[in-house]
């Protein structure tokens, strides 16, 4: 299975690092940001850097939305797979519009609402996750990942 795993840098690039148990056995290939922590974990892996930082910034949402159609459209993955954050929103779109899968995982910290972004790519996302009951049961359609607390 071809994987195009996406986040932005920081707890989102971790939540996904957290689900190499699943990711290492697939052909992969990232969206993430440049720094010297995806830089360094990801010095052996197929990556595509996306324009930063994507919070009201129309030209980088616009660079990115060029970077997502040339690379859903060439690469073709089976599944699209992302812990978020705004980055990830033209690449669900893309994605969606040519019939690949799309995941979006929601991030530990959002308990009672979903992100803007999850918000935003609500309707292209095939599998939504979330990891708190009181937001599975807001919006029922999510998956819950039962973490537990210590």
Request: glycine residues 4%; aromatic residues 10%.
């Amino acid at each position: 299975m071809k994987l195009l795993l996406i986040s932005s840098s920081g707890g989102h690039f971790n939540a996904l690092c957290q689900l190499a148990s699943f990711w290492k056995n697939h052909d992969r290939q990232w969206v993430t940001f440049p720094t010297a922590t995806t830089c360094n974990y990801l010095a052996q892996e197929k990556v595509h850097w996306a324009f930063g930082p994507t919070n009201r910034n129309l030209p980088n949402l616009c660079r990115n939305l060029g970077l997502a159609a040339c690379i859903i459209y060439q690469e073709r993955p089976d599944m699209v797979i992302t812990t978020g954050a705004g980055v990830a929103v033209p690449f669900l779109l893309f994605a969606k519009l040519l019939g690949i899968k799309t995941i979006f995982i929601e991030s530990f910290t959002r308990v009672n609402d979903l992100s803007l972004s999850a918000k935003l790519i609500l309707p292209c996302i095939d599998v939504l996750y979330v990891q708190w009951k009181q937001l599975q049961q807001r919006y029922p359609q999510a998956k819950l990942i039962e973490v537990s607390v210590q």
